[in-house]
C-alpha cells in the first residue's frame, strides 16, 4: 500500500506560480512511476506530467515549457512547480503513483488549483 498526501494548492493570479508537493508513504520502493493529473469541472482527467523511478520525465501538452515534475528521493516526496499559470490550468490536482510490476494505481486526494484572470 502507498499512501499519497497532496498540498500546495490555492488561489493565484494569471501569469503567477505555485508548487504542490505530494507526500508519499507506505512501500513506496514498488512504484515505478509518479505522476501529477489533473480534472477541470465538466472535463476528463488528463496527465499533467510523470516521472519515472529513473528520472525521466513526460509532460502533457499543457504543462511543457510551464510545469517541472521533481521527487526528492530521500524525502519521498513529488512536486509540480507551475509556473505562467494561466486561467485554463484551473483544475484539482491528483498525485498518482504507478506500481513498477503488478497492482492498482494509487491516488491522492487531490488539490484544488484556482487561476483567476
Known amino acids: 500500500q502507498v499512501q499519497l498526501v497532496e498540498s500546495g494548492g490555492g488561489l493565484v493570479q494569471a501569469g503567477g506560480s505555485l508548487r504542490l508537493s505530494c507526500a508519499a508513504s507506505g512501500s513506496t520502493f514498488s512504484i515505478g512511476a509518479w505522476r501529477w493529473y489533473r480534472q477541470a469541472p465538466g472535463k476528463q482527467r488528463e496527465l499533467v506530467a510523470s516521472?519515472?523511478?529513473?528520472?525521466?520525465?513526460n509532460y502533457g501538452d499543457s504543462a511543457k515549457g510551464r510545469f517541472t515534475i521533481s521527487r526528492d528521493n530521500a524525502e519521498n516526496t513529488l512536486y509540480l512547480q507551475m509556473n505562467r499559470l494561466k486561467p485554463g490550468d484551473t483544475a484539482v490536482y491528483y498525485c498518482?503513483?504507478?506500481?513498477?510490476?503488478?497492482?492498482?494505481?494509487?491516488w491522492g486526494q487531490g488539490t484544488q488549483v484556482t487561476v483567476s484572470s
Open positions: 498518482n503513483a504507478h506500481p513498477a510490476w503488478v497492482g492498482q494505481d494509487y
Open positions: 516521472i519515472t523511478s529513473y528520472g525521466t520525465t
